[in-house]
């Protein structure tokens, strides 16, 4: 089931949470930031022991004081225009998450806009390509939620799983 739930992912609890890295995995702003802060210092030493993470990759380490027993660390692209290959590289973020997901025997997984923020992906080229990918997974988890931080994007996430939409 792919659920969409308007709020902070830092609240949920599912098996797994994806955080909107980037490539150092020292933490950052947006929903990296709110992700190190509520899962503790711990969560840093965890990341600084993995050596980094490329664009369109995915890293696993434990959740920590969040409710979720897991963060998933995703890369997606900096937005350049949509000719540099952006649209690859966040498919093949939210698909290695998945991959991550499933060898820790995650059931259910919760994902914020990756790529949407900071790194200026178009909100619907984005959201289009994460239900994509997200309901290729579904049969393979118990729930799948995609996490908006606004109304705005709640929106668009549920008119795109809306039954019959383009
Ligand atoms: N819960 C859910 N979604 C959130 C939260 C939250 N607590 N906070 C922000 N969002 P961004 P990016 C939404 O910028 O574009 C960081 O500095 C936000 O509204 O967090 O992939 C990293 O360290 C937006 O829709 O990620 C990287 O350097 C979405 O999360 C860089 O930003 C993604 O916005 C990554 O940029």
Redo the contacts with the bound molecule.
């Keep these: 089931m792919i659920e969409v739930v308007e709020?902070?992912?830092?609240t949920l609890a599912v098996d797994a949470v994806v955080n909107?890295?980037?490539t150092g995995l020292r933490?950052?702003?947006?929903?990296?930031?709110?992700?190190h802060r509520a899962a503790g210092p711990q969560l840093l030493a965890a990341c600084r022991a993995l050596g980094g993470c490329a664009t369109g990759d995915a890293k696993l380490t434990p959740g920590f004081e969040l409710p979720a027993r897991w963060v998933i660390h995703a890369v997606?692209p900096v937005w350049r225009g949509g000719d540099a290959g952006e649209a690859d590289l966040l498919a093949r973020c939210y698909r290695r998450s998945f991959e991550l997901a499933l060898e820790c025997g995650a059931r259910s997984i919760a994902f914020?806009?990756?790529?949407?923020?900071?790194?200026?992906?178009p909100?619907e080229v984005a959201a289009r390509i994460a239900v994509g990918i997200m309901r290729s997974h579904e049969a393979r988890f118990e729930r799948i939620v995609a996490?908006?931080?606004?109304a705005a994007?709640a929106r668009l996430y549920r008119s795109l799983l809306a039954p019959g939409a383009p």
């Design positions: 709020g902070d992912i830092t909107a890295a980037n933490g950052g702003g947006g929903v990296d930031g709110a992700i997606g914020p806009a990756i790529g949407t923020g900071a790194y200026g992906l909100k996490c908006c931080f606004d994007d």
